[in-house]
């Protein structure tokens, strides 16, 4: 069974940096890319970043790029997001997400494209 577990949420100031961490169980994490995304209240989920299966690829929303990062570390089955210089408006719910196809079928900016989800991990920024 395919488990994705968040963690590393918190409460930040605006300026402020946090790493989300998402450890992956059940799964050979390696074969796989991965992406994260996030819901804010009262909106749909969106896109955040994705990183292929190899690192070698990566792909961010504009409005986040430059502030996060987002990389893997295959030997500990984890997926992580750098996120600094974090605005009011970054303020959500993050989610991980696998994809276990082995080429891209939606894009891997497309909800369809993941078939497991995390629980999710609450940011807040504060002004």
């Known amino acids: 069974q395919v488990q994705l577990v968040e963690s590393g949420g918190g409460l930040v100031q605006a300026g402020g940096s946090l790493r989300l961490s998402c450890t992956v169980s059940?799964?050979?994490?390696?074969?796989?890319?991965m992406g994260w995304f996030r819901q804010a209240p009262g909106k749909e989920r969106e896109f955040v970043a994705a990183i292929t299966w190899t690192g070698g690829s990566t792909y961010y929303v504009p409005s986040v790029k430059g502030r996060f990062t987002i990389s893997r570390d295959n030997a500990k089955n984890t997926l992580y997001l750098q996120m600094n210089s974090l605005k009011v408006e970054d303020t959500a719910v993050y989610y991980c997400?696998?994809?276990?196809?082995?080429?891209?079928?939606?894009?891997?900016?497309?909800?369809?494209?993941?078939?497991?989800w995390g629980q999710g991990t609450q940011v807040t920024v504060s002004s």
């Open positions: 997400a696998l994809d276990d196809r082995t080429a891209w079928a939606f894009g891997p900016s497309s909800l369809y494209e993941y078939n497991y």
């Open positions: 059940g799964q050979t994490f390696s074969n796989y890319s």
